[in-house]
């Protein structure tokens, strides 16, 4: 009922710049909030950066001042701008939309899309 659809990553250098985008179809009104998640080989998956439908933003301590996670709901759009990247941020990183249908709470993931960030 929601697709969610990343791009935007690559392959930079550190301190280099990236801007992910994250774009959702189908039941978008069901959405209450979206968010970035990024999993490393080996390594769980992370929280990256959250945003409510009203704006209000959530950080790892890793990212912050570094990610700034930003929404368009005219374009049902959301953004993950990556300033300052650090090798550790190389992962692959997944689009996440919690809805909310008919009192029945669900999780819709993105395909993800690599970040790599060489030294």
């Known amino acids: 009922q929601v697709q969610l659809v990343e791009s935007g990553g690559g392959l930079v250098q550190a301190g280099e710049v990236l801007r992910l985008s994250c774009a959702a179809s189908?039941?978008?009104?069901?959405?209450?909030?979206m968010g970035w998640y990024r999993q490393a080989p080996g390594k769980q998956r992370e929280l990256v950066a959250t945003i409510t439908r009203g704006g209000t933003t959530n950080y790892a301590d890793s990212v912050k001042g570094r990610f700034t996670i930003s929404g368009d709901n005219a374009k049902n759009t959301v953004y993950l701008q990556m300033d300052s990247l650090k090798p550790e941020d190389t992962a692959v990183y997944y689009c996440?939309?919690?809805?909310?249908?008919?009192?029945?709470?669900?999780?819709?993931w993105g395909q993800g899309t690599q970040v790599t960030v060489s030294s």
């Open positions: 996440n939309a919690k809805a909310l249908m008919r009192t029945l709470k669900y999780d819709y």
């Open positions: 189908g039941s978008i009104s069901s959405i209450a909030a």
